[in-house]
């Protein structure tokens, strides 16, 4: 079993996990395609770009060399935004001399081709690649302050799932495994664009009322179109479902949440994008969701409205009018 991982992606969440990776004895390389970033790293033994005060654990090194983080581990974790995840993969790929072990932390769809992840981790890497992905209610900052937090792991591998129980798992970051690798990847990348509705609802000054039915009437939803892309059921009343969805529609750390409130108060997109300056991952997840959902014949309404106020300059007022306009029909 591997004692050894390496980290793909240097921004909060990446950093987040080298750091608890390391903090578990565990020797971890973050990579970053940003050399001047890493350098900074390097020299600050934090990233104060995106987590200041983290120190980082004498087990945790920084690169932007890709080839010495994947010559480094077999266990390679992504944590790059989804839109990069495709080209990140087409880098490695020359550099891999082993049967790959391929987990991910990202969330979201392949902004190219609406695929998720594992089809587009396959597409690029061929189907021997073992994979995981890593999904649930984690907010990076917490994580890197060691404050208790649980998520889930999804594969059909028992030993990647060990490895990375081993490389993670401690008192105060607890482990769920799953086999349901399509409904975890669904349930990650959905729960962003529900986030951008409960903002915007917010932000347009309606109560708890309102944004408790958006989290419940979207956590439908997300389900339906995770069963009929091959999901289970079960799995959205988990940590990569629920938990991950009253997380990011309740908490100002959320990203999403936030640029649905700037919405909501009256920004447009760039704007309301330019004051959160970093990646909003629910701003593609609503194309995308909503292009699997006219393909496959899901109903997602709610969906479907943050899709028109993102990409038709739909007025937010009347797309929750919209969505109260609706007939009247049975909850289940």
């Not at 729960?191 to 408790?212: C, E, H, Q, S, Y």
């Not at 990409?311 to 919209?322: E, G, M, R, T, Y």
Request: hydrophobic share 45%.
């Amino acid at each position: 079993m591997s004692s050894a991982i390496s980290i793909l992606g240097a921004g909060s969440w990446g950093t987040a996990l080298a750091i608890l990776a390391a903090r578990n004895g565990c020797d971890t390389l973050l990579w970053g395609h940003n050399r001047q970033h890493i350098e900074m790293l390097g020299q600050a033994g934090e990233n104060r770009r995106y987590l200041p005060g983290c120190k980082f654990p004498d087990k945790l090194r920084v690169t932007a060399d890709l080839p010495e983080a994947i010559g480094a581990s077999p266990l390679l974790l992504v944590t790059v935004p989804s839109h990069a995840f495709r080209n990140t993969l087409l880098q490695i790929r020359p550099f891999l001399n082993h049967t790959p072990q391929i987990a991910w932390a990202t969330k979201g769809f392949d902004g190219e081709s609406g695929l998720l992840l594992s089809e587009v981790v396959y597409d690029v890497l061929g189907g021997d690649v073992s994979t995981a992905v890593l999904a649930g209610p984690t907010f990076a900052a917490e994580v890197a302050a060691g404050l208790p937090t649980a998520i889930t792991i999804a594969s059909t591998t028992e030993s990647l799932v060990a490895q990375l129980t081993a490389v993670l798992h401690n008192q105060r970051f607890r482990t769920y495994t799953s086999t349901d690798i399509v409904g975890v990847q669904v349930g990650g990348a959905g729960k962003n664009v529900l986030a951008i509705a409960a903002g915007i609802a917010d932000g347009l000054g309606f109560g708890a009322n309102t944004r408790a039915a958006l989290i419940t009437r979207g956590l439908t939803e997300i389900t339906r179109l995770g069963v009929k892309l091959g999901g289970q059921a079960d799995t959205f009343m988990g940590l990569a479902g629920l938990g991950d969805l009253i997380l990011t529609c309740t908490d100002n750390q959320s990203r999403n949440r936030r640029f649905g409130l700037a919405l909501g108060q009256g920004r447009n997109r760039r704007q309301a994008a330019a004051e959160i300056a970093q990646e909003i991952e629910g701003i593609s997840a609503a194309r995308e969701a909503y292009r699997l959902s006219q393909k496959n014949q899901v109903e997602m309404p709610i969906t479907e409205q943050v899709y028109n106020v993102l990409f038709n300059q739909l007025d937010p007022k009347q797309a929750v009018n919209n969505l109260l306009a609706r007939d009247q029909k049975a909850e289940v």
